[in-house]
């Protein structure tokens, strides 16, 4: 009875089927097992990131910045007569009145200032320094004509306006 019991395990732990007779005493029982089906298992490798990478950026650069020294008084002044030959090419002759127009017109009009400048195409201005209140330049008037005249001299400025003025032609 031992060996009924001892093969009944057997086919139960191969957990496959058996084909066995009516057991007979004495008689050994045929036993058949089959094994279990494999498993196949594929292993790979593991997915690998790419390494991290260092980059080194150069660190900004470094500067010192100081501040700009403070305009000097006589800024306002040049652009005192640069805002009057910019008035002038505009055709803006109230505004260059107001900006010394009329001390340079010696007791004349509006009118008769305007009128003087009726054969001016336009006029190119280059502020050479500033002493004070007094702006040196070089004046380039190119006429209606054609023709170009050139000056140089200075104007001197007075509470933003243009008071006086010491211009020489030169051709």
Do not use: E, H
């Not at 650069?61 to 002038?88: H, L």
């Amino acid at each position: 009875m031992r060996a009924k019991n001892w093969a009944a395990l057997t086919i139960m732990a191969a957990g496959g089927l058996a084909a066995c007779a009516t057991p007979n005493q004495g008689t050994a029982t045929p036993v058949v097992a089959l094994a279990a089906p494999t498993s196949t298992i594929v292993v790979q490798p593991p997915v690998v990131a790419a390494p991290p990478q260092t980059v080194y950026a150069a660190p900004p650069t470094t500067r010192t910045i100081y501040p700009a020294p403070a305009p000097a008084p006589a800024i306002p002044v040049a652009q005192t007569v640069i805002a009057y030959y910019d008035a002038i090419n505009r055709g803006d002759f109230s505004t260059a009145w107001s900006l010394g127009g009329q001390k340079l017109a010696k007791g004349g009009t509006l009118a008769s200032y305007a009128k003087g400048y009726a054969t001016t195409s336009w006029a190119a201005l280059t502020v050479t320094s500033v002493s004070g209140n007094t702006v040196y330049v070089d004046l380039s008037a190119r006429q209606t004509d054609g023709s170009l005249r050139t000056f140089s001299g200075s104007y001197t400025v007075s509470n933003g306006a243009i008071t006086s003025a010491n211009m020489k032609r030169i051709s």
